[in-house]
């Protein structure tokens, strides 16, 4: 079975730029989650959806940060504009949470590069 | 959201050896999650308790969910040199209505052969 898909794998961009990050969450999964992860701050949630609606973006650090959800097997992140401090590596997880159960099945990770 | 106490932050020992981790939290947790890292891959997930005192093995690999819903641990029987990595601890509060996750800043793993 495949797991979560997430591309690209590595993006680098100059400051200002948009960014787009995309996640293809495990097939039958209802819930959607966007992490980051940095040294300093070790993973940190950003937003997480529940069939498509995001259910909380509290960790979303501003407002140049946007998720969607536009259906069940895709979600993307969008910064815009982007700064040196947004470096780091952003992963999707999904999880099937109507089972009772909160395993979250993490993405291979997007590692962004804002110069 | 809660941070949870992850320990030791690194630990380096020889292949053969038994480790040993944990993770404490202030408030009571519902769900521990254990996770393991490699270089440039996203976290894996080892093993889930959902019950106070559950103790649950996977291969080498055993945890604990405390008896007291705040802490948890995570044993490695007979280190190998493919169990390096980080290992986090993960947790959901009690009562928290969605499923999101806290997560402990990880313990790195070195194992010499």
């Known amino acids: 079975d495949a797991g979560v898909i997430q591309s690209p794998r590595h993006e680098v961009t100059e400051m200002g730029q948009e960014v787009t990050l995309r996640c293809k969450p495990i097939?039958?999964?209802?819930?959607l989650f966007w992490y980051r992860q940095t040294m300093m701050r070790g993973l940190e949630l950003l937003i997480y959806?529940?069939?498509?609606?995001?259910?909380?973006d509290s960790g979303m650090p501003e407002d140049r940060f946007s998720a969607k959800m536009p259906n069940a097997s895709f979600s993307t992140l969008k910064i815009q504009p982007s700064e040196p401090r947004d470096s780091a590596v952003y992963f999707c997880?999904?999880?099937?949470?109507?089972?009772?159960?909160?395993?979250?099945?993490f993405g291979p990770g997007t590692r962004l590069t804002v110069l | 959201g809660q941070q949870l106490n992850q320990s030791p932050q690194s630990m380096f020992i020889q292949e053969g050896e038994d480790v040993s981790m944990n993770c404490t939290s202030s408030?009571?947790?519902?769900?521990w999650l254990w996770y393991k890292q490699d270089p440039g891959e996203g976290p894996v997930l080892l093993i889930a308790?959902?019950?106070?005192?559950e103790l649950t093995s996977n291969g080498r690999l055993t945890a604990q969910f405390g008896i007291t819903r705040k802490d948890s641990f995570l044993n490695i029987s007979a280190s190998i040199p493919s169990d390096v990595g980080i290992y986090f601890c993960a947790g959901q509060l009690s009562g928290h209505s969605g499923y999101a996750l806290n997560f402990g800043k990880g313990t790195s793993l070195l194992v010499t052969p």
């Open positions: 997880a999904s999880s099937f949470g109507t089972s009772g159960r909160n395993e979250q099945f």
């Open positions: 097939s039958g999964h209802d819930y």
């Open positions: 308790l959902y019950k106070a005192g």
């Open positions: 408030s009571i947790f519902n769900t």
């Open positions: 959806f529940n069939n498509n609606v995001p259910i909380d």
